[in-house]
Structures are given as C-alpha cells and as structure tokens.
C-alpha cells in the first residue's frame, strides 16, 4: 500500500490562493486506507482550504468530488464530469494520481494536497510501517521475506554494516537491525548458510535509476 501524509495547510493555501474555483478531488485507493485523501479527508480539507482563504481575504468556491482510483485510467476519464468547472484541481492522491491528472490534462492547474512516503503496511492502529522500496528486483527470496532495501538505513544487501548494536540500528535505536532480524529469521528456517554467498553488484537502473520505469504485458494488452 501506498502511504502519504496531508502537506502543511500553510503550503496547500499558498498553491490555491490566486484561484477562484478549486476542486479537492478524492482517491478512495490506498490514501484512504491510511485516512490521508479519502472523501472524509478531502471534505475536511475543502474546510480548511475556505477558512484559509477568508483569513488572508480572499474567497473561492471550494467543492469536493472523488474517483474510485486517480492511478487507472479505467476510472480517471471519470474526471471528466468536471471539466471546464473550475480552474484548479487539489489532489488528495499519491504523487501518481496527480500525475494522471496533469498527463490528462493540459490546461488545468493540478496540485498535490499530500506527501508520498513510502510503501508499507499497517502495524497497528494509526500506524504504518515501510516494508517495500519498489526497487524492481527482489530479492526477498534470499533474506526470508524480509527486505534489506527498504528497512536497512543503508540499504546493504550482504550483511549488517557491523554498527548495529544489541539488534538495534546504529542510525536510530529504536529502529530494529533487519540484518539481524533477516539472520535470526533464517535460522529459524533452518537457511542461515544461504547468507554466506555473497550478492554481486546490484543493477539500481531496474530501481528507477535509469529513468521512469514502464511494464508492459502482452497478455493484457488490447
């Protein structure tokens, strides 16, 4: 799941503040998940977008709408309903939502109303961890499905940096070592000697080093 967290009120208000008609369009995907852009959070948003409006003396009307996902076409031409109506899109999607926005169309002012962080999962109530870097090789079948990529501060693919202490990374002490979770988990698994060979050279271009990254799947394709 895709995580985000709303921008400062202060950053959204400044990005509108010259347009007249706004509208906070909601993405009921993964961001409503983590109860950062669904339509409850766009409402509230639509809210304080007026009230901080009026505080600087401006006014604007301010609707909400939203999409079942802003990240597939499939339901993003539904976006067309609105068109012509006003001269600003705020988006409560990730950052790929605003793009599809933006790529669709041309003459709109299209902005983002959050930050995207990262993939993860949900711990507990109201918390959500990193677990995937989306680094388009993975490698979770050598590290007994957990992945050094994203849960290593530096990313390290052959072992712990050795700064670690009593588990717990040496970046943040709280932040637990997943090279030793990785080896204690192995050895439950009875695989501990699969972390004596050495991984070659990792090829980041596959990570999104070498540009944006496309997939594309013949059996799929019309």
Same mark, same amino acid.
């Given at each position: 799941?895709?995580?985000? $967290?709303?921008?400062?009120?202060?950053? /959204?208000?400044?990005?509108?503040?010259?347009?007249? *008609?706004?509208?906070?369009? %909601?993405?009921?995907?993964?961001?409503?998940?983590?109860?950062?852009?669904?339509?409850?959070?766009?409402?509230?948003?639509?809210?304080?977008?007026?009230?901080?409006?009026?505080?600087?003396? *401006?006014?604007? $009307?301010?609707?909400?709408?939203?999409?079942?996902?802003?990240?597939?076409?499939?339901? /993003?031409?539904?976006?067309?309903?609105?068109? !012509?109506?006003?001269?600003?899109?705020? =988006?409560?999607?990730?950052?790929?939502?605003?793009?599809?926005?933006?790529?669709?169309?041309? !003459?709109?002012?299209?902005?983002? &109303?959050?930050?995207?962080?990262?993939?993860?999962?949900? &711990?507990?109530?109201?918390?959500?961890?990193?677990?995937?870097?989306?680094?388009?090789?993975?490698? @979770?079948?050598?590290?007994?499905?957990?992945?050094?990529?994203?849960?290593? %501060?530096?990313? @390290?693919?052959?072992?712990?940096?050795?700064?670690?202490?009593?588990?717990?990374? $040496?970046?943040?002490?709280?932040?637990?070592?997943?090279?030793?979770?990785?080896?204690?988990?192995?050895?439950?698994?009875?695989?501990? *000697?699969?972390? =004596?060979?050495?991984?070659? /050279?990792?090829?980041?271009?596959?990570?999104?080093?070498?540009?944006?990254?496309?997939?594309?799947?013949?059996?799929?394709?019309?």
């Amino acid at each position: 799941m895709i995580v985000a $967290e709303r921008k400062p009120l202060a950053e /959204i208000i400044d990005m509108v503040k010259d347009h007249k *008609k706004i509208l906070v369009l %909601a993405c009921r995907g993964c961001v409503t998940v983590c109860s950062a852009g669904g339509e409850r959070e766009a409402d509230i948003l639509a809210s304080l977008i007026r009230l901080g409006l009026k505080k600087e003396g *401006k006014q604007a $009307e301010v609707a909400t709408g939203s999409l079942v996902r802003q990240c597939d076409k499939e339901y /993003i031409d539904g976006i067309d309903q609105w068109k !012509g109506q006003y001269d600003a899109i705020v =988006s409560t999607a990730c950052g790929v939502g605003v793009n599809f926005i933006a790529n669709l169309r041309d !003459g709109d002012h299209v902005y983002p &109303a959050l930050n995207t962080t990262f993939f993860g999962g949900s &711990a507990e109530q109201g918390v959500w961890r990193e677990q995937c870097a989306g680094c388009g090789n993975c490698v @979770l079948h050598l590290t007994g499905g957990l992945c050094p990529v994203a849960r290593c %501060a530096k990313s @390290l693919f052959n072992g712990p940096c050795g700064g670690s202490v009593k588990g717990s990374c $040496e970046i943040n002490s709280d932040v637990p070592c997943v090279w030793q979770n990785i080896y204690d988990r192995m050895g439950t698994l009875d695989r501990q *000697k699969e972390l =004596s060979v050495s991984q070659p /050279i990792r090829d980041w271009s596959v990570g999104g080093h070498g540009g944006p990254r496309k997939q594309v799947r013949d059996d799929l394709t019309v």
